[in-house]
T-cell receptor
Framework: DAKTTQPTSMDCAEGRAANLPCNHS???????VYWYRQIHSQGPQYIIH???NNETNEMASLIITEDRKSSTLILPHATLRDTAVYYC????????????FGKGTLLTVNP | NAGVTQTPKFQVLKTGQSMTLQCAQD?????MSWYRQDPGMGLRLIHY???????DQGEVPNGYNVSRSTTEDFPLRLLSAAPSQTSVYFC????????????FGNGTRLTVT
């Protein structure tokens, strides 16, 4: 599976949009981009995933560049409860059960 | 709907002791996995199962055994605990369809002295 690169940490003001970048320059055509988050040592929580089109759900939006070498997770109105470690993962379809979690980005939402 | 349930939440073992970490899911998921997480690290895959009776090794399988006799349960066994196995253990499950999300339990915090 392709490797991902994320910033170690980011800050965001409460109520503002949080934009979390992820580089995956070696991504293959059949690999999806997944985002999970982990709040204070709880089990990770699925956020969103995509292949090449932008995706949106009730939690977030995922913007994937046209060349698929990078993506951005957008939390439109960050709250204090969004403070968490966010993981960007690239994996082939059908291998969703054995995802590789890196160190992720610690997002701190400040009041 | 309980989701993925892990027991116990906390456990302290002495070196050489054995124990089983329990994981159960009530979502009829085919896939189940065990991960461990050490301080400041991401999650590392220990073992996984794509269905009852089928298991395979992940990234860090040494020192751990698993079995999958039912769809619902996927216990993780430590036969002879070592201090290096001090960690937080997460169980996860998902449907088998391509990109279905992983559902995680809340973890078991294990300390081996």
């Amino acid at each position: 599976d392709a490797k991902t690169t994320q910033p170690t940490s980011m800050d965001c003001a409460e109520g503002r949009a949080a934009n979390l970048p992820c580089n995956h320059s070696t991504i293959s055509g059949n690999e999806y981009v997944y985002w999970y988050r982990q709040i204070h040592s709880q089990g990770p929580q699925y956020i969103i995933h995509g292949l090449k089109n932008n995706e949106t759900n009730e939690m977030a939006s995922l913007i994937i560049t046209e060349d698929r070498k990078s993506s951005t997770l957008i939390l439109p109105h960050a709250t204090l409860r969004d403070t968490a470690v966010y993981y960007c993962i690239v994996a082939r379809g059908g291998s969703n059960y054995k995802l590789t979690f890196g160190k992720g980005t610690l997002l701190t939402v400040n009041p | 709907n309980a989701g993925v349930t892990q027991t116990p939440k906390f456990q302290v073992l002495k070196t050489g002791q054995s124990m089983t970490l329990q994981c159960a899911q009530d979502m009829n998921h085919e896939y189940m996995s065990w991960y461990r997480q050490d301080p400041g690290m991401g999650l590392r895959l220990i073992h996984y199962s794509v269905g009852a009776g089928i298991t395979d090794q992940g990234e860090v399988p040494n020192g751990y055994n698993v079995s999958r006799s039912t769809t619902e349960d996927f216990p993780l066994r430590l036969l002879s605990a070592a201090p290096s196995q001090t960690s937080v253990y997460f169980c996860a499950s998902s449907y088998s369809t391509g990109t279905s999300p992983l559902h995680f339990g809340n973890g078991t915090r294990l300390t081996v002295t």
